[in-house]
Nanobody, 126 residues
Framework: QVQLVESGGGSVQAGDSLRLSCEVSERTGSMYAMGWFRQGPSKERESVAT????????YYADSVKGRFTISRENNKNIIYMQMNSLKPEDTAVYYC???????????????????WGQGAQVTVSS
């Protein structure tokens, strides 16, 4: 059984920073490509940032490039997303996702992921 445990999130002012964390809990010792997706009010879910199992490949949505940084601990299925210069339009529920790694890629589409976290609310006020 694979479970994703998220932490972080909260309510901040525009320009502030937050950090999200996510860990895959499972027993096979497999490595996972992982990523963050978000769904804002009355919006469809969108990809934010993803990272390959090795950490060498990273994808960012244009809307967060230069402000958000995704990282992972070496040889572990634990990822972080540092979010700086937050904007009101970043307000959303952020979901961590994982897929057992079968390549060196960092998949950027939600349909490519098999496992999902419970979601963390991020609210940015102006």
């Amino acid at each position: 059984q694979v479970q994703l445990v998220e932490s972080g999130g909260g309510s901040v002012q525009a320009g502030d920073s937050l950090r999200l964390s996510c860990e895959v809990s499972e027993r096979t010792g497999s490595m996972y490509a992982m990523g963050w997706f978000r769904q804002g009010p009355s919006k469809e879910r969108e990809s934010v940032a993803t990272i390959s199992w090795s950490g060498l490949i990273r994808y960012y949505a244009d809307s967060v490039k230069g402000r958000f940084t995704i990282s992972r601990e070496n040889n572990k299925n634990i990822i972080y997303m540092q979010m700086n210069s937050l904007k009101p339009e970043d307000t959303a529920v952020y979901y961590c996702a994982a897929v057992r790694a079968w390549s060196s890629k960092a998949p950027s589409s939600d349909f490519e992921y098999d496992y999902w976290g419970q979601g963390a609310q991020v609210t940015v006020s102006s």
